[in-house]
T-cell receptor, first 117, second 115 residues
Framework: GNSVTQMEGPVTLSEEAFLTINCTYT??????LFWYVQYPGEGLQLLLK?????DKGSNKGFEATYRKETTSFHLEKGSVQVSDSAVYFC????????????????FGKGTKLSVIP | NAGVTQTPKFRVLKTGQSMTLLCAQD?????MYWYRQDPGMGLRLIHY???????AKGEVPDGYNVSRLKKQNFLLGLESAAPSQTSVYFC??????????????FGPGTRLTVL
């Protein structure tokens, strides 16, 4: 089946520290991969995505590279800020209904990041 | 441009009561979704719609019904609420893109408690 495994949290870092949140996936075919972020009290919003192997998604200083050989899409940021405190979700898109051609997202369980000054 | 809005923000029900959650989007998106978010479980898809007048089941559809009479609205109904339906419900919308690479836009959520 299709599934996403991401590192358990919570993760607590000091401001300006380096961040890595691991994400690995299991999928048939070649899914698109996403990182979504959820700030406290809000809905999810797209952080970055990659649609094929070796693609690098980037946004707001965050990066993730689609690694087909290791089935991974790890999220990294060189210097985190207090404002990055949130829950981060890795997700993949897979074909749900081949007749309708509709895709769905399957999400990891989320990793809570807290950045302290 | 409000994006995706959800009504209500909070609700407390007693077991057996019914309610409808409303989702509205002003981005002219074809696709709309309802998810539930439970602690330690990520988001799980309840139902979705690929266009006005269409609905389809997701991963966890039991106990819920949906309707999409207008393109901009997607309603989620609970006919007889159960404590297991205590959750945070998120609506999302998107425009389909090649190979499922579309970005989903989420509402702020509805926190539902069933006693």
């Amino acid at each position: 089946g299709n599934s996403v495994t991401q590192m358990e949290g919570p993760v607590t870092l000091s401001e300006e520290a380096f961040l890595t949140i691991n994400c690995t996936y299991t999928a048939t075919g070649y899914p698109s991969l996403f990182w979504y972020v959820q700030y406290p009290g809000e809905g999810l919003q797209l952080l970055l995505k990659a649609t094929k192997a070796d693609d690098k998604g980037s946004n707001k200083g965050f990066e993730a590279t689609y690694r087909k050989e290791t089935t991974s899409f790890h999220l990294e940021k060189g210097s985190v800020q207090v404002s990055d405190s949130a829950v981060y979700f890795c997700a993949l898109s897979f074909l749900w209904d081949s007749g309708a051609g509709s895709y769905q997202l399957t999400f990891g369980k989320g990793t809570k990041l807290s950045v302290i000054p | 441009n409000a994006g995706v809005t959800q009504t209500p923000k909070f609700r407390v029900l007693k077991t057996g009561q019914s309610m409808t959650l409303l989702c509205a989007q002003d981005m002219n998106h074809e696709y709309m979704y309802w998810y539930r978010q439970d602690p330690g479980m990520g988001l799980r898809l309840i139902h979705y719609s690929v266009g006005e007048g269409t609905t389809a089941k997701g991963e966890v559809p039991d106990g819920y019904n949906v309707s999409r009479l207008k393109k901009q609205n997607f309603l989620l109904g609970l006919e007889s609420a159960a404590p297991s339906q205590t959750s945070v419900y998120f609506c999302a919308s998107s425009t389909p893109s090649r190979m499922g690479a579309d970005t989903q836009y989420f509402g702020p959520g509805t926190r539902l408690t069933v006693l």
